[in-house]
C-alpha cells in the first residue's frame, strides 16, 4: 500500500510539472519492433521505456508459438491494470480496443504516454504482459538474479523443501530460517492453502507464517526468505552408490554432460559384479538441457521419437534419440515427483511411452510448455518464451497435466519423519522381481 500512494504522489508532480511525450503513432508509422536472439553477453542495462514494452509486444506476436490463435488484447489490458494497481489515484482508463493488433497498440501507447514516462512503470508493465502469457517457460530477465552477498552453491528462500499435496509437509531441512526455527522433516504445514509461497525467490523477503504440526504438538512460526549456505555435496548434479544389488543414480538436473557422466557412473558400478537393475531418481529434477535428456533417453531405447515440437498450425518436428549412444541392456526404474520438469518431463514422458523403464512416484510438475529461446529487447534485458510447443512420442500434452507414474508411491510425513524412503523401496522390489 505504501508502494502504491507513493507512485501516485510521484504521479500528481510528475503531470504538474512536466510535458508528456507524444505517441508514436502520432508522428508516423511506428518503427520496426522486432526481437533477435542475442549474440553474445547482454550489454549495460538500459532504461526500460514504453518503446521497449512495444519491442516486446510484437516479439511476442510475432514468434510465441500461440500468438496465431491468441487474443493480443489479453497482453494490454494485463498490462494496463497492473498499471492502474501502480497508480492507484491516477484517473486512468483504458481506450477501446478494435482487435487490430497495431491499431490498440497505437491506443495502448497514446494512454501511457499521457500519463507517465516512468521506468519502474514500464517494467510493472512488461512484467504483466509476460505474467498473460501464463507460460511456465516464458520469462523476462530484467534484474538481478541473486542477493547482495550471495556465494556459489548459496541457496536462497526458506531453507526448506516439502512434498505432499494433503497433507503439504517439509521433506527436507537445508538450512537457513527452516533450520534456526527447528523444523524436521514431516512437520505437517497446515496452513499450505498456496505451497508455492513456501518457495519465495529472490528478491521475494516477505515473511512467510507457517502452521505446524508435528505428532499432537502445533505451533505457528514466522520465516524470513534470505541466503543461506547449503552442503556442496548434496549440489553435484549426478551422484550415484550401489543399494542392494542396485546401480542408484540421483539426476538434480539435465546440466551439460549431465547424460555422460551418468553413464560414467553405472559403468564404474557395475564393473566387475551383478547389479539386479538401476534406479534413476528424478525426483526434484527442474531440467535443463532437452539435448541431454534425449541422451540419456538414448541409453534406454534406440529408433524411437523422443518427442515432438510443434508450432500452432500443427507443422511438427520429431525428435529422435541419438543411437550413437550404446544401449546400458539393464532395467531401469525412474524415481518422478512434482519437482520433476521440463527437460525432466521429456525424459520422463519418452521412458513410459517407449516402455523402456517403469516410473514410481508420483504424477510430475506439468511445467514443459516448449523450450524457451531468448530475444534481446532494446534495454538489453532477455524475453525468452517458446516459439514451438512440446508434445510427448505419442503426441500427448503434458505441459499443465504431467506424466503419470505406472506405480503410485505418494511420500508421507511419517516416512519423512523416519527417513524412508517408499519410493525407493518400491523401485528395488521391482527390480528384484
Known amino acids: 500500500m505504501t508502494r502504491a500512494v507513493a507512485a501516485g504522489l510521484l504521479l500528481l508532480l510528475a503531470v504538474a510539472c512536466t510535458t508528456p511525450e507524444p505517441p508514436r503513432a502520432e508522428a508516423g508509422a511506428p518503427e520496426n519492433a522486432a526481437c533477435a536472439p542475442p549474440q553474445g553477453p547482454p550489454g549495460e542495462r538500459l532504461p526500460t521505456t514504453i518503446d521497449v514494452v512495444e519491442q516486446a509486444y510484437f516479439c511476442i506476436l510475432g514468434g510465441y508459438y500461440r500468438a496465431p490463435a491468441m487474443d493480443h488484447r489479453d497482453l494490454l489490458v494485463a498490462g494496463f491494470a497492473a498499471l492502474t494497481r501502480a497508480m492507484p489515484e491516477a484517473p486512468l482508463s483504458l481506450p477501446a480496443l478494435t482487435g487490430d493488433r497495431r491499431a490498440d497498440w497505437a491506443a495502448f501507447e497514446a494512454a501511457y504516454r499521457k500519463t507517465t514516462d516512468r521506468e519502474d512503470l514500464a517494467v510493472v508493465t512488461l512484467e504483466a504482459m509476460v505474467a498473460a502469457l501464463d507460460d511456465n517457460h516464458a520469462r523476462w530477465a530484467h534484474g538481478p538474479d541473486r542477493p547482495p552477498g550471495y556465494y556459489d552453491g548459496d541457496g536462497y528462500g526458506l531453507g526448506l523443501q516439502v512434498s505432499g499435496d494433503d497433507p503439504v509437509f517439509v521433506s527436507v531441512v537445508e538450512g537457513g530460517a527452516a533450520r534456526e526455527a527447528g523444523l524436521r522433516p514431516g512437520d505437517v504445514v497446515e496452513n499450505a492453502d498456496d505451497p508455492e509461497l513456501l518457495r519465495p525467490r529472490y528478491p521475494?523477503?516477505?515473511?512467510?507464517?507457517?502452521?505446524?504440526?508435528?505428532?499432537?504438538?502445533?505451533?505457528?512460526?514466522?520465516?524470513?526468505p534470505g541466503l543461506y549456505p547449503r552442503d556442496w555435496a548434496t549440489l553435484r548434479t549426478v551422484q550415484a552408490r550401489l543399494v542392494d544389488d542396485a546401480v542408484y543414480v540421483r539426476v538434480r538436473g539435465f546440466s551439460p554432460d549431465a547424460a555422460n557422466r551418468v553413464f560414467r557412473s553405472i559403468?564404474?558400478?557395475?564393473?566387475?559384479?551383478?547389479?539386479?537393475?538401476?534406479?534413476?531418481?528424478l525426483r526434484g529434477n527442474g531440467g535443463g538441457s532437452p539435448l541431454e535428456a534425449t541422451r540419456l533417453v538414448s541409453a534406454f531405447v534406440h529408433g524411437k521419437v523422443t518427442s515432438y515440437l510443434c508450432r500452432a498450425d500443427d507443422r511438427c518436428e520429431p525428435g529422435q534419440t541419438d543411437d550413437t549412444v550404446p544401449l546400458v541392456g539393464l532395467p531401469v526404474v525412474v524415481l518422478v515427483d512434482r519437482g520433476c520438469a521440463s527437460a525432466c518431463e521429456h525424459f520422463s514422458s519418452a521412458v513410459k511411452d517407449h516402455r523402456a523403464g517403469t516410473l514410481v512416484g508420483t504424477r510430475t510438475a506439468g511445467l514443459i510448455s516448449?523450450?524457451?529461446?531468448?530475444?534481446?529487447?532494446?534495454?538489453?534485458?532477455?524475453?525468452?518464451?517458446?516459439?514451438?510447443?512440446?508434445?510427448?512420442?505419442?503426441?500427448?500434452?503434458?505441459?499443465?497435466?504431467?506424466?503419470?507414474?505406472?506405480?503410485?508411491?505418494?511420500?508421507?510425513?511419517?516416512?519423512?519423519?523416519?527417513?524412508?524412503?517408499?519410493a525407493l523401496a518400491k523401485a528395488l522390489t521391482l527390480l528384484d522381481g
Open 204 to 224: 521475494d523477503a516477505r515473511p512467510v507464517e507457517l502452521r505446524l504440526r508435528r505428532g499432537d504438538r502445533r505451533w505457528s512460526v514466522t520465516l524470513t
Open 267 to 281: 559403468d564404474r558400478l557395475r564393473a566387475g559384479r551383478s547389479v539386479s537393475g538401476i534406479v534413476l531418481d
Open 370 to 422: 516448449g523450450p524457451a529461446q531468448p530475444f534481446l529487447l532494446r534495454d538489453n534485458t532477455v524475453l525468452s518464451f517458446p516459439t514451438r510447443r512440446h508434445l510427448g512420442p505419442d503426441r500427448e500434452i503434458v505441459d499443465r497435466i504431467g506424466v503419470a507414474p505406472d506405480h503410485f508411491v505418494p511420500p508421507t510425513p511419517e516416512d519423512a519423519a523416519a527417513g524412508h524412503d517408499a
